[in-house]
């Protein structure tokens, strides 16, 4: 009888490692194909848009940090933080064992692209806590990851497209708000002019994109048709925060048509947020998916712009809903990540199977 290199059976003759007293155990060669197959298994599987997750969380950061909540702000960091480290180990091991150079199963589609926003914001907050350095090691990281993932994204374009669409807006913009971070912290001004490359593209990709927008993902979107108003808002920072650097270096004018620019970013992204509150009252999607987490980042994201006109121009009552809207950032982000959590008890209760499917589309998920 054949072996074939598994364990004979046990009618059949000892294997010499049996004669001597010793348990039958599998080859090693065959645990180490069990774990790796292990490891890909867990790889494969990692949702597209999972950035989404560094980017909420890292923005509810930021917003906790300028209301003063210095404790609560390091919580959500130490999260993106722990985010982004588990999300690059299993990138890369999906990357090493399909290699390829990037990621391309999310690569053709616009949810890819949060992992440059998920980076970007990250190194934003850092810069913010001082650490300029990991600040800088991340814009060029996100650079790089950018400059991969955005050639694969234009060339897979549809004309229907959804709110994680709007990611190719966001993460360019999340260069611009990097940026413009490094440049006021560390008085640098070249940064100046570099900022003002991205913060143009991001409007021009947003106009692309809004032209081909479907408007009925806001009634049938599972989390990421908030980006629609997330991607201004962000715009919006973005102009904010290279105007404030250009003002203290006396730059580009003092940045007066930038500080106006941005009042009219804001004001557009203010336009979105009623719609958006009332279709999700409409429009009911309570189970937990990690589209989700493409609502987290808007919301947060409200109150971060909204800190950076408020303080750019000067406008007190902007700032007040900062400070407000900053709270409703958390409690969002504090639910779904309990959702999140709670995730492997539902999956095992519905026997492995996800209680909300992803809506099927070409364009991506976030």
């Known amino acids: 009888m054949r072996s074939h290199g598994r364990v004979p059976s046990p009618t059949g003759p000892a294997p010499p490692a049996a004669t001597l007293g010793m348990p039958m155990t599998p080859s090693v060669n065959h645990q180490e194909h069990r774990a790796a197959s292990g490891r890909a298994r867990v790889a494969g599987a990692i949702p597209a848009g999972s950035g989404a997750v560094v980017m909420g969380s890292g923005t509810v950061s930021i917003d906790l940090e300028m209301t003063g909540q210095e404790l609560l702000s390091l919580v959500t960091l130490a999260v993106a933080a722990l985010a982004w480290a588990i999300l690059g180990v299993l990138r890369g091991a999906q990357v090493l064992r399909r290699r390829s150079r990037f990621p391309t199963a999310e690569g053709g589609g616009p949810s890819g692209l949060s992992a440059v926003a998920g980076t970007a914001v990250l190194g934003t907050r850092l810069t913010l806590l001082g650490w300029r350095w990991a600040g800088a090691a991340l814009l060029v990281l996100a650079l790089l990851l950018w400059l991969g993932l955005l050639g694969p994204q234009l060339r897979h374009r549809v004309t229907a497209t959804v709110g994680a669409s709007f990611l190719l807006s966001v993460s360019t913009e999340s260069l611009a708000v990097l940026l413009a971070a490094l440049g006021l912290t560390g008085r640098v001004g070249w940064l100046v002019f570099a ?172």
């Open 195 to 366: 900022s003002v490359v991205p913060l143009t593209l991001g409007i021009v990709f947003y106009g692309f994109v809004i032209w081909r927008f479907d408007l009925h993902q806001l009634l049938v979107g599972r989390g990421d048709q908030w980006v629609a108003g997330g991607a201004l808002a962000i715009s919006a920072l973005a102009c904010a925060g290279t105007a404030q650097v250009a003002n203290t270096l006396h730059l580009l004018g003092g940045g007066t048509a930038l500080r106006g620019a941005s009042l009219v970013l804001w004001v557009s992204a203010a336009c979105w947020l009623p719609v958006l509150l009332v279709t999700e009252l409409i429009s009911p999607r309570g189970s937990y998916g990690v589209r989700r987490w493409s609502t987290v980042f808007p919301v947060g994201m409200y109150a971060a712009c909204s800190f950076a006109i408020g303080s750019t121009l000067g406008l007190a009552p902007i700032s007040q809903f900062a400070r407000i809207w900053t709270w409703a950032g958390f409690a969002v982000w504090a639910v779904v990540l309990l959702a999140m959590l709670w995730q492997p008890v539902t999956l095992l209760r519905a026997g492995g199977k996800p209680n909300a499917p992803p809506l099927p589309d070409r364009s991506g998920r976030a």
